[in-house]
């Protein structure tokens, strides 16, 4: 496994069980993070923080990388199964999509999603 595909799963496993301080020490400074809940995205650890909490208090996501994919120059893609559920654990939606990172200096510089197909 290279470095990189050990970062995004240690990151994973950080975001799932909520340990946001891990999860944020592999993003560069200046992330550029995709906006899943509203559209668009954040920049920076601190908006990424913000996000999440956000996030967190109206859903319940996690997400199960299935596969990754180096493609060169930094770029990782990330084939994952989202389940989502409310507050009150039923399921609101189970997605199989793709997470595209860009790695910079050892650190995750952006993340963006996208459905298969896309």
Same mark, same amino acid.
């Given at each position: /496994?290279?470095?990189?595909?050990a970062i995004?799963k240690?990151a994973?496993?950080? /975001?799932?069980?909520?340990? #946001?301080d891990?999860a944020l020490?592999? /993003?560069?400074?200046? #992330?550029?993070?995709s906006?899943g ?6 920049q &920076?650890v601190?908006?990424?923080?913000d996000?999440?909490a ?10 199960e ?6 493609e &060169?120059?930094?770029?990782i893609?990330?084939d994952?199964?989202?389940v989502?559920?409310?507050?009150h654990?039923?399921? #609101? ?14 650190l995750i510089?952006? /993340?963006?999603?996208?459905?298969? &197909?896309n």
């Open positions: /496994m290279d470095k990189h595909t995004l240690k994973y496993y950080a /975001m799932n069980v909520r340990d #946001v891990t020490s592999m /993003m560069h400074p200046e #992330v550029c993070w906006n809940t509203e559209g668009g995205y954040v &920076g601190t908006n990424v923080r996000y999440w956000k996030q967190w208090s109206i859903i319940d996501p996690d997400v990388p299935l596969q990754f994919t180096n &060169g120059n930094g770029k893609t990330v994952v199964r989202q989502i559920r409310d507050m654990e039923n399921v #609101v939606s189970d997605d199989t999509l793709k997470h595209v990172f860009l790695m910079k200096d050892g510089a952006s /993340m963006e999603v996208h459905k298969h &197909g």
